[in-house]
């Protein structure tokens, strides 16, 4: 049987054996993992001490004492570098949605990171750093037929569709365009499913690609994403097998051969190792080394995640019982844990200051669950938002070794994706925080 036949004809189950790979091995389930590194712990310690120290609460001025963040631009080095260890034909297209911060978007692109960008805003903010337009896809599916001629007037060719009427207005405006058809995937498992809005299904593939002929148009590749969070990784497999078949299905409308695959988004720091090895396995399967096919990706939260750490002060406590509280911080989900909303993350509140001590390298001051009859964390809290508004709750139940007050510091590791980049004015609390920037040595 051809690698043809193998792509129209497995089942899900019989696709993952192929690889000689169980669908309940570690390779396809996803488990928790230690990084693969450590982190800069002791820079990022000192980079928020010496912040907090300069803060005096009894005499500061309205927004001193504002949440900040501390980001680490090692960290983004240390990731790209963990990148290509294990997807080394993988060329990133880092997601600026994600988190447009000028200092990692300026790092990104020294590195040789080329970029994902979602509209007109985002394609300028890359160009005005001098890259090159050929470093940029315009991977939204749907886009507004002026931000389609911005992207045309500048030179910006990739870019993804998925339905007929948008072949339209792209053959109208920007008919120069290198498209990759962007399929839909099972993203089932996903915290964050994306296939309910974007993704052409299976079995509409043949009319898109019929009307790419009848236009004239150029497609050069097929796009997807599964997803972020996913608990499995089967998907991954499935759509690079779906990928194939398009591939081949194009050969039949004697388009000419595509050339690009581009696996879509969604990978994680803490599971990387195990969704980067099905995904390489199944790229060697369906499009090895050598076959012509260059393979691009749309990474955003494994850059960003893990670059950033933010801290937060606590403004007022409502005092429930000897052991319960509320505590009041000044960020929140309007602000730059809107991720809780958006991206159904779960921050981790953990001790930064309290009772003039740090407390930053007890990573098990706090706990979202009841421990040993609360002995270990007496404290049982919930922590809400600066603003008015009673959706905005950080946690609605965690238990803390320390009994916190007005004055004392949170912090929130890991807090670099899908937070500052949708953070909003909201009861006019100022959201535009401070970053603090830690190994910067070798960053532009």
């Known amino acids: 049987m051809s690698r043809t036949e193998v792509g129209l004809k497995l089942s899900p189950l019989s696709a993952v054996e192929a690889t000689g790979a169980s669908i309940h091995s570690s390779s396809y389930i ?78 990104l692109a020294s590195l040789g990171v080329n970029f994902d960008c979602a509209s007109k805003s985002e394609i300028e903010r890359v160009l005005q750093m001098g890259v090159d337009p050929e470093r940029i896809i315009y991977a939204n599916p749907c886009k507004a037929s002026s931000f389609i001629r911005y992207a045309a007037r500048n030179n910006v060719l990739k870019s993804t569709f998925d339905n007929i009427e948008e072949l339209h207005k792209i ?27 974007y993704g052409c299904e299976m079995e509409k593939v043949e009319s898109l690609l019929k009307c790419v002929k009848d236009l004239k148009l150029n497609l050069v590749g097929v796009s997807f994403h599964v997803g972020s969070g996913a608990s499995d990784f089967t998907s991954l497999y499935k759509a690079v097998r779906d990928s194939f078949v398009v591939f081949e299905k194009a050969k039949n409308f004697d388009l000419p051969a595509l050339k690009i ?51 937060a002060n606590v403004i007022a406590k409502r ?71 009673g959706l905005d709750c950080i946690t609605k139940e965690h238990y803390m070794k320390h009994d916190l007050v007005p004055g004392d510091w949170i912090y929130f590791p890991c807090l670099g994706a899908y937070t500052a980049s949708a953070a909003t004015p909201f009861n006019g609390f100022e959201q535009n925080v401070d970053v603090l920037y830690i190994n910067t040595m070798s960053s532009p």
């Open 30 to 107: 996803r488990r928790a993992a230690e990084p693969p590194y450590e982190q800069a712990h002791d820079e990022i310690f000192a980079a928020l001490k010496q912040r907090i120290e300069a803060i005096n609460h009894e005499v500061c001025d309205p927004g001193e004492e504002n949440s900040f963040f501390v980001c680490d631009i090692g960290e983004v080095q240390r990731l790209h570098n963990n990148w290509y260890k294990e997807l080394p034909r993988v060329q990133p297209f880092y997601a600026v949605k994600c988190n447009p911060d000028p200092k990692v978007l300026r790092m």
């Open 171 to 197: 053959k109208k405006f920007h008919p120069e365009s290198q498209l990759l058809l962007r399929i839909a995937t099972d993203d089932s498992t996903a915290q964050c499913r994306l296939s309910t809005k």
């Open 261 to 311: 695959l581009d696996v879509g988004g969604g990978f994680q720091l803490d599971s990387f190792a195990d969704s980067s090895a099905v995904l390489r396995g199944a790229l060697d399967e369906f499009f090895p080394s050598g076959c012509g096919v260059d393979i691009i990706a749309e990474p955003g939260r494994y850059f960003a995640a893990t670059a950033f750490t933010l801290a």
């Open 319 to 389: 005092k429930l019982s000897p052991n319960e509280a509320m505590l009041y911080i000044n960020d929140g989900v309007y602000g730059n844990m809107n991720c809780i909303l958006f991206d159904h993350q779960e921050p981790t509140p953990r001790t930064l200051f309290h009772d003039s001590e740090f407390h930053y390298y007890d990573i098990k001051s706090t706990s979202s669950q009841k421990i040993q009859q609360n002995t270990t964390y007496p404290q049982k809290v919930s922590i809400w938002g600066p603003t008015c508004d």
